[in-house]
């Protein structure tokens, strides 16, 4: 047979082909967007940039997140679980050193502000209820009433 007329082995004969894109998981995909968020503010997170960045195409993103809203709750929750849950043993210095922190945070992720202020209770991740009721927690041990919804 000649050389130009090689026989092209069977499929069952040939080796599986390396994987060519990274492994995707919603984990890798929400860190990168903060790294994202971070560098370039939130008006710059696209899918497409965030795939680009992740060596992947935008649609592949899709299979673990829904959309860009989703994207920023995720990453807004990722960033709330930075924060510590100090117990100082004393009200007023526990809420201190939450605050200090909360700024340090939003001092890093400067992004976060904005969408803080924008999400108002939409976001409620586990990362985001974990400081809620934390704090919540702390403001009983310190013996302040729980609010009562006012009555029309």
Request: charged share 30%.
């Amino acid at each position: 047979m000649p050389e130009d007329h090689k026989q092209i082995p069977s499929v069952w004969a040939r080796p599986p082909k390396e994987r060519q894109q990274p492994l995707l998981t919603r984990e890798s995909i929400v860190a990168e967007a903060v790294r994202l968020l971070d560098e370039e503010g939130a008006d710059n997170l696209s899918m497409r940039r965030l795939g680009s960045r992740l060596g992947a195409g935008a649609t592949s993103l899709y299979r673990h997140v829904a959309n860009k809203d989703e994207l920023l709750e995720l990453a807004l929750d990722a960033v709330y679980g930075e924060l510590p849950l100090p117990d100082t043993g004393e009200w007023r210095s526990t809420v201190t050193e939450v605050s200090r922190a909360l700024r340090a945070t939003i001092l890093r992720h400067p992004w976060l502000a904005a969408e803080l202020a924008e999400a108002g209770l939409a976001y409620l991740g586990p990362n985001v209820l974990r400081q809620s009721e934390f704090m919540l927690g702390v403001m009983e041990d310190a013996g302040f009433p729980r609010a009562r919804p006012t009555r029309r």
